[in-house]
Every structure is written in structure tokens, then in C-alpha cells.
């Protein structure tokens, strides 16, 4: 971290003296990594000034997704949720940050039934009765960055697709209750895991959520599979994800050959995924993007 002066401007931009400001903030998260936790740098700390930024890109991105809660049904062509999207983003004066992202292709993913993430919304490619699907959007505006997803169960969905989109869903906010400033990742993460292993299911390894605000991707990453009281610090002013991908049977996955990107199940069976975005804050936390 850079050494700042305790009379010069505090790094959060609140014009105050650094002595009047962060200072025994930063003090506090020393004494922690002395004792050998991981902790975040300020570059992922948001500043109030980032926060409201921040927010306005989750508005958007909400937006987006409130009006899929409408729109997606039984015969819809991907192709149409990919337009959608585009259209509220680009109406709103945001980009989609996953169009060309390390040469993704398109502005959304949207992922079906076995698809575990990444699905491409493919023209030619029509929703059926009974699927289930991840609809997962991001948002640039103004150079903040944005990230959540939901699912959308079309027609009659078996019952056990169901309970499986049901229980994903719920795992998310026990993983949310364990997010409080000066405690753990890994606090949030068994929680989830718990949640999803208690009912019969697995949670993908390979592949989580992530600090999001600045970037569309920084630190920390966000696995399911860490234990209470491990992983990094959280402090107030950090964001990131949670979005575990919840298999009905195995965890094992694979990647579509061809394209790179298309992440299934290896077995072949269901998989579900929701995906919020959360502040740590002084208090608890506040969910920003769902
Ligand atoms: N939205 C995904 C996430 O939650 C990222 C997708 S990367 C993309 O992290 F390139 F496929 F968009
Ligand atoms: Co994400």
C-alpha cells in the first residue's frame, strides 16, 4: 500500500486529512495481515465517489434483467435476448461488458439446462417448454462495471429442475448473511457450499465469482469450496459476486471445443446459476446488482 502522510487528503477522495479519515482503517487491516491474512489493497476498496458510479451501472443492469422477467418465454430465439439486451444497454449510453471480452461474441450469456455458464445466445436456437435457463448480464457505464444473473424457468418445468433453480437461488443469500466487514471469503463460501451439499447438490469448482466494480473482473476470486474463517479479509468498500453454478449431479465440467467458451456439465445433468452483486458496508452488507 502507498504511504500517505497523515496530514495529506485521505485516498478515499473525502478531502479530510488522512489521520482524520482512513488512517486507523488502514491500521486495523495491517494488524490483520501481520497475523498472516490475506487482505485487499486499496485499488479494490471503493471510494464513496465509485460507489455512486457503481450503483448506476447496477441500475441498468437490473433493468435489463427486470425487463427479460417479462419478456423471456416458451419459443423465444436466444438471438432475441441478445438484442433486448443491447437495446436497454445501448438506450441507457452503456456498453455490455461481455461483448469482446477476451473475444467473447456476444453481449450476454444465456446458458440451457446442462450449460453450466458462457452459453452463447445463439440465432436458430429456440427456448423449449421445460428448460431452464441462466440469463447472465453485464454493464459498462461511465467505466463502471456491473454483473448479475438470473434464471428464467420456461413452461412446465420438471420438479426436480425446479427445486434445483429453487435451491441455487437460496444458497446465494445464506452465503450473503455471512458477508460482514471483518470477516471472511471463506465465511460466505462454506455457506453456500452447506447450503447446496446439505440438499443433495455439488457446486462447480473451477470457476466463481469475483471482485467487479472497476473492472469486470478483479480480486478477489470468489470460490465455493473454502472454509469458514480463511480466504480474504472484508473490509468495507470491497465488491464482488456471488454466483455459484449448482449442479443436480456431479461437479465435473467441460468446455465446448470448438468455440472455448461454452462451459456443461460433464455428466450431462441440469445446472443452475444466480448471480448477485454485493458492497461490503460499515454495517453488514447491501446487495447492489440481482
Ligand atoms: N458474466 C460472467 C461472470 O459472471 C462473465 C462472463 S465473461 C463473458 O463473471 F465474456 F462471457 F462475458
Ligand atoms: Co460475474
Redesign the pocket.
Known amino acids: 500500500m502507498l504511504k500517505i502522510g497523515r496530514n495529506d487528503p485521505c485516498w478515499c477522495g473525502s478531502g479530510k486529512k488522512y489521520k482524520q479519515c482512513h488512517e486507523a482503517f488502514d491500521a486495523k487491516i495491517k494488524k490483520y495481515q501481520l497475523q498472516g491474512v490475506q487482505v485487499p489493497d486499496h485499488e479494490i476498496i471503493k471510494t464513496p465517489e465509485q460507489i455512486e458510479g457503481i450503483k448506476k451501472s447496477c441500475k441498468v443492469n437490473i433493468q435489463i434483467l427486470d425487463t427479460l422477467d417479462k419478456e423471456v418465454c416458451e419459443g423465444m430465439e436466444l438471438s432475441k435476448i441478445n438484442d433486448i439486451v443491447n437495446e436497454i444497454t445501448y438506450g441507457a449510453g452503456a456498453i455490455p ?3 469482446n ?2 473475444g ?1 461474441p ?1 453481449s450476454v ?1 444465456t446458458s440451457v439446462n446442462e450449460q453450466v ?2 452459453g452463447f445466445p445463439h440465432k436458430g436456437k429456440y427456448l423449449q417448454d421445460g428448460d431452464i435457463v441462466n440469463i ?3 454493464t459498462i457505464l461511465d467505466g463502471y462495471f456491473s ?1 448479475s ?1 438470473r434464471m428464467y424457468c420456461i413452461g412446465n418445468v420438471s420438479e426436480e429442475k425446479r427445486k434445483l433453480v429453487e435451491v441455487t437461488k437460496e444458497s446465494v443469500y445464506a452465503g450473503l448473511e455471512k458477508v460482514q466487514p471483518w470477516g471472511r471469503l471463506g465465511d460466505m463460501g462454506q455457506a453456500v457450499h452447506d447450503y447446496c451439499y446439505d440438499r443433495g447438490y455439488t457446486v462447480v469448482r473451477e470457476i466463481g ?2 471482485g ?1 466494480g472497476l473492472e ?2 478483479e480480486d478477489p476470486w470468489v470460490g465455493y469450496h473454502s472454509k469458514a474463517g480463511t480466504e480474504m479479509l472484508l473490509v468495507p468498500g470491497m465488491t464482488f ?1 456471488i ?1 455459484p453454478m449448482v449442479n443436480l449431479g456431479k461437479e465435473k465440467i467441460k468446455t465446448d471445443k470448438e468455440n472455448g ?1 461454452e462451459v456443461s456439465t460433464a455428466d450431462g445433468l441440469p445446472s443452475a446459476q444466480w ?1 448477485i452483486m454485493v458492497l461490503v458496508t460499515e454495517e453488514g452488507h447491501e446487495v447492489l446488482c440481482y
Open positions: 461488458a461481455p461483448l471480452y477476451e467473447y456476444y450469456c455458464c458462457h447472465d448480464c453485464s454483473d444473473s465469482g469475483h467487479v469486470f473482473h459476486t454466483e467458451w448471480e
